[in-house]
């Protein structure tokens, strides 16, 4: 069963990244972007395999969301270091 706050976090996710597409050029100015925009789109992958989760296959989803969460967490740290130390150069 499809639980009301997953979905709204989930279109929540979706309005996020959209305003990250709509603002590209302005997110490349950021070192790793391409690795800050990677753990977000996993993460709302994570968010989208928690609603279909609650329609069919439970358990196969479940596996592929927290996969897709610990993915976007590694990647999101990856992205944290490198942005400090390019700052310290």
Do not use: D, P
């Amino acid at each position: 069963m499809i639980q009301e706050n997953e979905l709204i976090t989930f279109m929540i996710c979706i309005g996020v990244l959209i305003f990250f597409i709509l603002n590209y050029q302005k997110l490349k100015k950021l070192s790793g972007y391409n690795l800050f925009l990677t753990s977000f789109i996993l993460y709302t992958c994570a968010w989208c395999f928690t609603v279909i989760e609650g329609i069919i296959f439970e358990e196969v989803f479940n596996l592929i969301e927290h996969i897709c969460y610990i993915s976007s967490s590694g990647i999101m740290v990856a992205w944290i270091l490198i942005a400090f130390w390019k700052r310290k150069e």
